[in-house]
């Protein structure tokens, strides 16, 4: 190019022409339709960087060429000009006096041409850099758009938790091994046992002797935050029991909107005030869930809106909700809501807090043939002690017209609305403890009581004890050999067919007593 660029400024017949060029500014001299035919010009297509530069560079190949055939071609025609011109005598024509030439004209006309010439080269040199600068700002604006995208994955979380176990189980009834519970008797719906929780079926109680592998959950969560105001989560909720089957449901799908550390709403699926608060005091719901759940008098999450908040520093909690009642594996339409909320108060390691539920459980629906229960009535405390190597704690649950009978209804034929009419009332307590015996191994125990019927089978007492010792060989991974042992007794009743309380090891009781031990590799994972 500079080769060419001193044969324009060496050529003398360009002079007119280049004069032409020379009038037009250099800020003006993008390379625009008129420099490039038609067929040439860009096309607003998506191309990769490399690919952009390369369709450029190639651009300007072509350009420097046609600007250099349209200089050859003026010099062809200036040259063929200067020899058929006529030449002109000098002589003939020279006046007797002498006109003195302006050598200040002539002084002043050279320096002018080569200025010309100079800003038209300075020109055609600009049209790289003019097109470079219009490459870049194409990939940087492809590149902003990645990052923009990438942005969104930034705040996007995507994890995953599973709960599963490899054990050998022991069931005993009446002293006696029992075979698996027979299929359900009659219709109307135990609200004992939250509606949909499979896990809950009575139809899953526990064989005399078995060995198998649990997947007790598995969560699938994503979680975006669109700003400091504004977020989201979806969370599916999987379960595998073994002889029973699977089950998907979704456990969170809900928009958050927060004001401040003190008020955020929830609007959709989300957690319950009172079950996954005492989870996390607890620390160990991947062998157990808690005692109010336990014995089937709560559940973790529900369709409905939440608002939830910390004030003061967070030395008081408080977390309110409005739900179908029914939890989320059966969201009903029902005539009127469900309350459930908590306050806890936080100091130096110590939580103290209560939370009380109340509703209809999603089963005032008053079609034909549904009977509308009496509005369920829950009460909870706890107390806790969580720091360091230490975590110890208790709970206390009461719960009245959570049952829809005297009996299990799912388990015994009731005939008439005077069984179901009747009220029935639980209650509860848990105890718990953990130490961090070294970096990576804890050992942990705990001891639950529990007298579901206190009207309608006041014998009936359930005993429930678990001890472990946890290995976890990274933060996100806990693996635990474990022992359960569940004791029911039932002395001094009367009636003439057995009664059980559902749990997640399955419907354990009997006409007398029973007895479950399990033994096993319990295992949690999550990202």
């Known amino acids: 190019m500079q080769h060419f660029f001193q044969s324009l400024r060496r050529s003398s017949g360009l002079i007119p022409v280049l004069g032409i ?13 008129a420099s490039v035919p038609p067929s040439r010009k860009l096309k607003s297509v998506h191309y990769s960087a490399a690919a952009e530069i390369a369709r450029q560079s190639e651009e300007i190949r072509q350009l420097h060429a046609e600007l250099k055939a349209l200089a050859l071609r003026l010099d062809a025609q200036e040259n063929k000009k200067q020899q058929t011109a006529t030449p002109v005598v000098v002589q003939a024509d020279i006046p007797q006096k002498a006109v003195p030439l302006n050598t200040n004209e002539l002084k002043n006309e050279q320096p002018t041409l080569s200025e010309q010439q100079l800003r038209l080269a300075a020109a055609i040199d600009s049209i790289p850099d003019q097109i470079n600068k219009q490459v870049d700002k194409s990939v940087s604006q492809r590149i902003d758009k ?19 176990n490899a054990s050998y189980v022991n069931y005993r009834q009446d002293g006696q091994a029992a075979a698996w519970m027979p299929g359900r008797t009659s219709a109307p719906t135990s609200i004992n046992t939250p509606a949909g929780n499979i896990g809950y079926d009575t139809k899953n109680r526990p064989v005399g002797d078995s060995m198998g592998f649990d997947l007790k959950r598995f969560y699938l969560m994503v979680d975006h935050k669109f700003n400091d105001n504004w977020a989201a989560r979806l969370t599916t909720d999987a379960s595998y029991i073994s002889g029973v089957g699977e089950a998907i449901y979704i456990k969170h799908a809900y928009l958050e909107g927060k004001q401040s550390d003190a008020l955020s709403v ?20 991947w062998v157990e869930n808690t005692s109010s759940e336990r014995a089937n008098f709560a559940t973790s999450a529900d369709w409905g809106i939440f608002a939830l908040g910390k004030l003061w520093n967070g030395l008081v909690e408080y977390n309110m909700a409005v739900v179908d009642g029914s939890g989320y594996r059966s969201p009903f339409r029902s005539k009127n809501p469900d309350f459930e909320g908590r306050i806890n108060v936080n100091y130096a390691g110590f939580t103290v807090g209560g939370g009380a539920h109340i509703g209809h459980q999603g089963q005032e629906r008053g079609q034909l043939g549904q009977y509308v229960y009496n509005a369920a009535q829950r009460y909870n405390a706890v107390i806790a002690y969580v720091h360091g190597r230490f975590r110890f704690g208790g709970e206390y649950f009461y719960a009245k017209d959570f049952t829809a009978s005297s009996l299990d209804c799912n388990l ?28 990576r191994v804890s050992v942990f125990g705990r001891y639950d009581w529990a007298q579901p019927f206190m009207k309608s089978d006041s014998h009936f007492r359930d005993h429930y004890f678990n001890a472990g010792v946890d290995w976890q060989p990274i933060k996100n991974i806990d693996v635990g050999l474990v022992y359960k042992q569940e004791n029911v007794t039932n002395n001094g009743y009367t009636g003439t067919v057995p009664i059980y309380i559902n749990t997640t090891n399955g419907a354990i009781g009997g006409m007398r007593s029973a007895s479950y031990r399990e033994v096993g590799l319990f295992t949690n994972f999550n990202f």
């Open 266 to 285: 929830r609007f959709g699926a989300a957690d319950l005030p009172w079950l996954p608060f005492v989870e996390n005091l607890y620390g160990y719901r």
């Open 21 to 33: 060029f020379a009038s037009i500014p250099v800020t003006s001299f993008p390379v625009k339709a």
């Open 146 to 164: 990645k990052l923009k995208f990438g942005d969104w994955f930034a705040n996007t979380h995507i994890g995953m938790r599973m709960y599963s």
């Open 412 to 439: 015994n034929a009731c005939t008439t609305d005077s069984t179901l009419n009747k009220k029935d009332a639980g209650q509860g307590w848990s105890g718990w403890g953990s130490i961090r015996v070294l970096d």
